[in-house]
């Protein structure tokens, strides 16, 4: 049964991308207002995640429920309306729509961008510089705000992230890991993060993805302090 | 120098907009000045349709209804990103519509024409639907696939239909006498005119609303366009169908212009024309199709035949779809975003060049 503390329960997923068995029994569980990290060597399923999470890659086998909800079965755009806002890898704005035109897109039904904004900007004052350019013309790093700033415009009950901070100059990222952290205060956030560094910082929970599958997930201070288990399944000392 | 931003909204959209209005008003006067220059009337010589201005109005004409076609093609491949090869399916069977209506009904040139025209484009728009509701869970070329056997079994289909005389189609002269383009041309020559230009700003009003953003965002990425909420179904099927009934416009003002239905208008020529000038005009530009269509169509009608320099001969009309393929190569390698699509890169580039520091309205 789904506990009411979770906002997100994923159970054993199963996944496949054409023939290619990707996920092999994930188990993920993301409690209300908390930062929960994705972390596992390239290649292990934590993208894959986020998108069977999101209706993208439907899992074969397995349950995911949002708040006691049943995602399963359901197409992206209607799991997205329910709620679950997706920042996918690779800075993915609309490159031809401009930054206003890239935030408006993403408002729902009650949306109100204007009440948004104030919060948006204040988390990334470059968009308001380059409002009326398109977003193509921005930087990485803003591109990157503004693939998280669209995520905010709705009022979403959870944040998939997905490599955040992929790519970015350290400056960049640094501005990020705050952003994420002002955002959580109101969102719970389910972040995929190959740098350990960032992880260690923004996220309270982890669970490692190793080979399709979940095998170790708790308290992220308890996998700092674990040097054996970080070196292990993340190669990183 | 005054900011734009302080002037009156009219004079914003007159300034912004400068250069169609400079072209509107050149095909405004158009048939006049090729009449002032020749000494031929816009009206016809003799009481009959000749001289230049009403020959220059005939390849107009062609031009506008290419451009609707073009433009409507645009809607769905360069804005939403969805590539089919069965666009010529709406504009021959909008033809195929109002020619029967007219034709073999009695009610009548305007009231068939009205009657016709009508059930014509919501024929066409709910074909598109349900072809799109079939089909457009396929991607890229299952899509553009299965639409090439649908346009192609009508082809055929039609071509062997008795009651509308198979291959060698009918003579449309049931038609009111103000659309006439015998008797008439320069009014038709407007008429195709203020079509071409309701288009154009139906489609650019489209894009630039919320409904139009969500149809860029698909072209861009569907899977993203999905999981921000948008059932990218429905938008695509909201193109297909506009794309439809404006195609059979055009197909209908073909026929009435040539008086004549035939499956030629079915046919692959009016699915891949609309594609070169598509491409090569700028795939996803307002101007594109426009540019694209009277580039080629004019080119066709002034180079497509002998020349003669001296004693040599060239027959360029015998070489005109090498001429064609060599151009199309051209522009998809060297600007594969076309004539205005380059320009405005171009131009975006330069603008960034400049860096903005000022931020926009919120």
Redesign the interface.
């Known amino acids: 049964m789904a506990d009411a503390y979770n906002v997100l329960e994923v159970r054993g997923i199963h996944t496949f991308i054409g023939q290619f068995h990707i996920l092999e029994g994930v188990t993920v569980v993301v409690p209300r207002g908390s930062i929960t990290v994705l972390l596992g060597r390239n290649g292990a399923g934590k993208t894959t995640t986020l998108k069977s999470i999101?209706g993208?890659t439907p899992p074969s086998q397995g349950s995911i429920t949002l708040e006691g909800q049943s995602l399963v079965g359901r197409?992206?755009?209607t799991i997205?309306?329910m709620g679950v806002g997706?920042v996918?890898e690779h800075r993915?704005i609309?490159?031809?729509?401009t930054v206003?035109?890239n935030l408006?897109?993403?408002q729902?039904k009650g949306d109100d961008?204007?009440r948004r904004?104030d919060f948006i900007?204040e988390l990334f004052p470059d968009l308001?510089?380059?409002?009326?350019?398109?977003g193509g013309?921005l930087s990485g790093g803003q591109q990157q705000m503004l693939a998280v700033a669209?995520?905010l415009v709705?009022e979403n009950r959870l944040l998939l992230i997905d490599e955040p901070s992929e790519g970015l100059a350290p400056v960049i990222i640094e501005h990020l890991i705050e952003a994420i952290r002002k955002l959580a205060a109101q969102t719970t956030v389910l972040l995929v993060e190959q740098n350990f560094r960032v992880a260690s910082i923004l996220a309270d929970r982890y669970v490692i993805i190793d080979d399709g599958r979940s095998v170790v997930s708790g308290q992220m201070q308890d996998l700092i302090h674990d040097e054996a288990l970080v070196q292990r399944y993340l190669g990183v000392a | 120098m005054q900011s734009t931003r302080s002037l009156p909204r009219w004079r914003r959209v007159f300034q912004s907009n400068r250069l169609y209005l400079a072209v509107l008003m050149f095909l405004v006067v158009f048939p006049h000045l090729v009449g002032w220059i020749t000494g031929d009337s816009p009206f016809g010589v003799g009481g009959r349709p000749r001289g230049q201005s009403v020959f220059w109005q005939s390849v107009f004409i062609e031009v506008f209804i290419l451009a609707i076609l073009t433009m409507s093609y645009n809607l769905i491949f360069g804005f939403t990103g969805v590539i089919s090869f069965g666009h010529a399916l709406f504009f021959g069977l909008g033809g195929y519509i109002l020619g029967l209506v007219l034709q073999m009904t009695d009610l009548g040139p305007e009231i068939g024409l009205v009657i016709g025209g009508v059930i014509g484009v919501a024929i066409c728009g709910l074909l598109g639907f349900l072809m799109g509701l079939v089909s457009l869970r396929l991607r890229g070329v299952y899509f553009a696939i299965f639409t090439l056997a649908i346009a192609e079994m009508f082809f055929i289909y039609i071509g062997r239909w008795p009651l509308t005389n198979a291959e060698d189609g009918f003579a449309l002269n049931n038609i009111p006498e103000l659309l006439n383009s015998t008797r008439n041309r320069l009014t038709y020559y407007y008429l195709a005119l203020v079509l071409v230009v309701l288009t154009f700003l139906f489609i650019r009003r489209l894009i630039n609303s919320?409904t139009g953003?969500?149809l860029?965002?698909i072209?861009?990425?569907e899977?993203?366009a999905?999981?921000?909420?948008?059932?990218?179904l429905t938008f695509k099927l909201v193109a297909i169908t506009l794309a439809g009934m404006m195609a059979a416009g055009a197909g209908m003002l073909h026929v009435i212009l040539n008086k004549k239905v035939g499956p030629e208008t079915l046919g692959l020529t009016y699915t891949v024309d609309p594609l070169l000038m598509t491409i090569i005009g700028g795939v996803?530009t307002h101007a594109g199709p426009l540019i694209g269509t009277a580039g080629l169509h004019l080119s066709e009608r002034v180079f497509n035949r002998e020349f003669i320099i001296g004693s040599t001969t060239i027959n360029i009309g015998q070489n005109w779809s090498l001429i064609l393929g060599i151009v199309f190569i051209v522009v998809v390698l060297v600007f594969p975003q076309g004539v205005v699509g380059t320009w405005a890169r171009w131009r975006?580039r330069r603008r960034?060049a400049r860096a903005?520091?000022?931020?926009?309205?919120?």
Not at chain 1, 128 to 134: A, C, D, Q
Not at chain 2, 226 to 232: E, F, L, M, R, V
């Open positions: 999101m993208l197409r992206a755009f997205a309306q997706y996918p993915a609309f490159r031809d729509l206003r035109e408006v897109i993403a729902r961008l204007e904004a900007f308001k510089r380059f409002y009326s350019l398109p013309n669209r995520a709705p | 919320p953003k969500v860029l965002a072209r861009e990425n899977n993203r999905q999981a921000i909420g948008y059932n990218t996803g975006q960034a903005p520091t000022e931020g926009g309205d919120v």
